[in-house]
């Protein structure tokens, strides 16, 4: 197993025993131990970024659905490239992405997540579509977790990575890992930790008990078995829930409106519009909003692997249940185990 380090180097995990349950924040040395492991691997994500990203790029997929872990990843990341000295040429959504202008020496970066394979094809195929359009550009996947139904599918996307020039995939856990590179090798692949770690700097941490616990409940095709209440002080949410009100609607309609303007119009100068509403108006507003909703909580139990790094992020104990392809429990035995 190969996992970047700040010297340019590799160094090999042992393999160790692993757990076979996700593990919980449960007291202060748990929550002190996270906050170690966290700021470690901000340092290993802040290393590749400086050796990786030496030219001009820009940044692909920024999300705009509503799901919070999506912006953490974007958010996260958006504060890692500040440090970088070249330029970022742009940011933007996949509709907008025909109205950027690329180059043979920009790099491309591709958003992380947990949509690559065939869980959720859709994604996969754009960015399939972004590696045969640009073979000889460097383009750099963020972390994602790996996750294929269909073994053909795998090798049909392997054979297609391997033909392109300059490809540099990025995983967020050892299964993904190895998955990978049983089909893949020459592509580069590498083992970092989800980029929303590095939000670590800028998010307060929990500083009082509140007695109340917060269920972050997932409502789509991943969900195993879901966190019923045990108590009346306890709340049911997914992201979706957290954000829909009268605040976040003010919010987020007018930036509803610029994009059907945008499609009616078909108006080049307002992707820029678009994107910047998004980057600079939504997605701060909505890190805020979710943030100060979790402090209000110092219990969090939850089936979303955000929902555990974002916690983590806060100082929050957490409870966590998994996924149904191990997720969680594969992420944590890779960056938190003790």
């Known amino acids: 197993m190969q996992i970047f380090t700040k010297n340019s180097t590799f160094i090999m995990l042992q393999n160790v025993a692993v757990k076979k349950r996700p593990f919980n924040l449960l007291n202060d040395m748990d929550i002190e131990f996270c906050n170690y492991q966290i700021r470690s691997q901000y340092d290993f994500l802040d ?98 977790t790996i996750t294929y139904i269909n073994q053909d599918l795998l090798k049909a996307d392997s054979l297609l990575y391997e033909a392109h020039n300059d490809l540099h995939i990025c995983v ?98 307002l992707h820029r519009l678009s994107n910047f509403y998004l980057i600079n108006i939504m997605q701060p507003f909505v890190l805020k909003r979710v943030t100060m909703y979790f402090l209000q909580f110092d219990l969090v139990k939850t089936t979303r692997l955000h929902g555990f790094i974002f916690a983590s992020l806060l100082g929050i104990k957490t409870i966590i249940t998994d996924n149904k392809y191990n997720k969680i429990s594969n992420y944590q035995n890779t960056w938190f185990s003790k």
């Open 172 to 269: 967020r856990d050892r299964e993904s890992f190895n998955l990978l590179r049983n089909y893949c090798r020459k592509t580069r692949i590498y083992l970092l930790p989800d980029t929303a770690v590095g939000l670590c700097d800028t998010l307060p941490k929990q500083n009082k008990i509140t007695s109340k616990t917060l269920i972050i409940n997932r409502k789509d095709k991943e969900i195993d078995k879901k966190i019923e209440k045990s108590s009346s002080g306890e709340v049911i949410k997914d992201w979706q829930d957290i954000l829909h009100d009268i605040h976040f609607n003010l919010i987020y309609y007018p930036y509803l409106i610029i994009r059907k303007i945008q499609r009616m119009s078909k108006e080049k100068c």
């Open 47 to 144: 290393s590749f970024f400086k050796e990786q990203i030496t030219s001009d790029y820009i940044y692909v997929d920024v999300p705009s659905h509503l799901n919070i872990g999506d912006w953490l990843i974007a958010l996260g990341c958006f504060e890692l490239l500040k440090k970088i000295k070249f330029k970022c040429i742009d940011k933007t959504t996949w509709f907008n992405l025909e109205n950027s202008k690329i180059s043979d020496d920009t790099i491309i970066i591709l958003h992380g997540g947990g949509n690559f394979g065939d869980l959720y094809r859709g994604a996969t195929e754009a960015r399939n579509e972004i590696i045969k359009r640009y073979p000889n550009n460097k383009i750099i996947i963020l972390p994602q």
